[in-house]
């Protein structure tokens, strides 16, 4: 029995092998390049405030341990699961390789619903699954990071209960934590901007003028909603949006302005008056420009992927692509896809400097750390796009072909001990 058995993990081998393949890695590098390195699963018993005892389940997989300590976020959702997390920190290997950060890929999560969980309950179980954590992690072992259902108070407890057990403040233990206490400038911002800095380079390439755009963002997180804003600024009209509960849409644009408004009174986009209701379904076969998943990962399937109908889609959550929709997409060569890899990188890459500004006690100023993150993103994008272009492959197979290639190479040098 493979132990990480899960649709989601058994998407990502499915890339890794057509990938390997493409890269004609010998047979017998595959599975050290593929398999995690350490994957922990966790019991964790919190007092409910009702005076119960439940004990959740919680995991962290670190997927190599080439290149430096492993990096990547930490989810809070019902449907985390062994499988789903060792796919999330493979993709995270080959997206650190890709934009060139000296780490391995690593994710973490807890199967539980935060939205019907108290805050004094959410750092109870925050506390705990760090403390199990302890024997795992450290700032040159590896890092945590916000995902789904996480975010900067999460990390602010994380890194009091690791502090706490050390005996002094260790910073740099994770990454994405309020910037009161050693976070970085633009870290919150940085995976959205990024999303949006890679789709206004794609306008370029399909020759689309930003005011003349449309966007529909599925998700309006962290990750949709700064993509959705940036986007906003650079003068695209967004006539969709969602979120768990469901979806709106105004073809002549909705104003994000009001609509967070509507948001903080009901803690839920579904019901803003000036837009009408869609599904989520619904809400990725709307015709647009751009389309941004930033929610779930395999959105787009064999079953939409011949009717989503946009120019550029910009993949801002991990994994929301089957292999099976990717087959369609490469015959519709007029959708410039951006893959996940490379198309929410910009979470990471500022992560890397949040960590890099902690080990030094040296801060950045926002403008230096979003020049810094841009340098990266487009040095990405264009070996992405030029072996893209060269190779006549797919961007996905391009940018993974970057990333693992470089993950093998690091194996190959360093050997294999004993
Ligand atoms: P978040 O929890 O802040 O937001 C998730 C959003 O998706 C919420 O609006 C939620 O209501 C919505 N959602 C959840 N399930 C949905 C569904 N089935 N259909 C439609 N909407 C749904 O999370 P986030 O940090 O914005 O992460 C979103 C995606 O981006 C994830 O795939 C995550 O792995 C990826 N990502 C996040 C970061 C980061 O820095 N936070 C970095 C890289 C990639």
Redesign the pocket.
């Known amino acids: 029995m493979n132990i990480y058995e899960h649709p989601t993990f058994q998407m990502a081998c499915q890339q890794f092998e057509t990938v390997a393949n493409y890269l004609e890695i010998p047979l017998n590098d595959r599975d050290r390049l593929k398999l995690p390195k350490r994957s922990m699963i966790v019991s964790l018993p919190i007092h409910r405030d009702n005076g119960s005892i439940e004990v959740f389940t919680g995991y962290r997989v670190q997927h190599h341990l080439t290149l430096g300590p492993t990096k990547g976020?930490l989810?809070?959702?019902p449907d985390v699961a062994l499988g789903e997390v060792a796919a999330?920190a493979m993709w995270m290997s080959w997206?650190c390789a890709l934009t060139g950060l000296p780490y391995g890929g690593a994710k973490g999560g807890i199967a539980c619903d935060p939205r019907t969980m108290s805050i004094r309950e959410l750092e109870r179980l925050t506390r705990r699954y760090t403390q199990e954590m302890i024997p795992f992690i450290g700032p040159q072992i590896d890092v945590m990071?916000?995902?789904?259902?996480?975010?900067e108070q999460t990390m602010a407890w994380m890194m009091d209960t690791y502090s706490v057990h050390v005996g002094s403040t260790v910073s740099s233990i994770v990454t994405?934590k309020p910037v009161s206490v050693g976070g970085s400038l633009g870290?919150?911002e940085?995976?959205?901007r990024g999303v949006a800095y890679l789709v206004n380079r794609a306008m370029d390439i399909v020759h689309l003028n930003a005011s003349e755009a449309t966007a529909v963002v599925?998700?309006?997180?962290?990750?949709?909603?700064?993509a959705a804003w940036s986007l906003v600024r650079q003068g695209v009209k967004i006539i969709a949006l969602?979120?768990?509960?469901g979806?709106i849409y105004n073809r002549k644009g909705i104003d994000i302005w009001k609509l967070e408004e509507h948001i903080q009174k009901h803690k839920?986009?579904v019901g803003y008056s000036e837009a009408d209701a869609i599904t989520?379904e619904e809400?990725l076969l709307t015709p647009c420009d751009i389309l941004v998943?930033?929610?779930?990962?395999r959105?787009i399937t064999e079953k939409n992927a011949g009717q989503i109908k946009c120019r550029i889609l910009a993949e801002?959550?991990?994994?929301?692509t089957t292999p099976e929709a990717d087959r369609i997409l490469e015959q519709r060569p007029e959708v410039f896809v951006i893959p996940?890899i490379l198309c929410?990188?910009?979470?990471?890459i500022v992560?890397y400097f949040e960590w890099v500004q902690d080990i030094q006690s040296f801060f950045w100023s926002e403008t230096e750390v979003t020049d810094k993150l841009f340098r990266i993103l487009e040095g990405a994008f264009t070996q992405v796009l030029h072996m893209s272009q060269k190779q006549k492959i797919s961007m996905r197979m391009a940018a993974l072909a970057l990333g693992v290639k470089r993950v093998q190479e690091a194996k190959k040098v360093r050997g294999l001990f004993p």
């Open positions: 976020g989810r809070y959702h999330l997206k990071a916000p995902d789904v259902g996480t975010n994405g870290r919150k940085s995976t959205g599925q998700g309006f997180g962290n990750v949709g909603s700064v969602s979120d768990v509960n979806g839920t986009l989520n809400l998943p930033a929610a779930m990962e959105q801002a959550a991990n994994g929301p996940d929410n990188a910009g979470g990471v992560s």
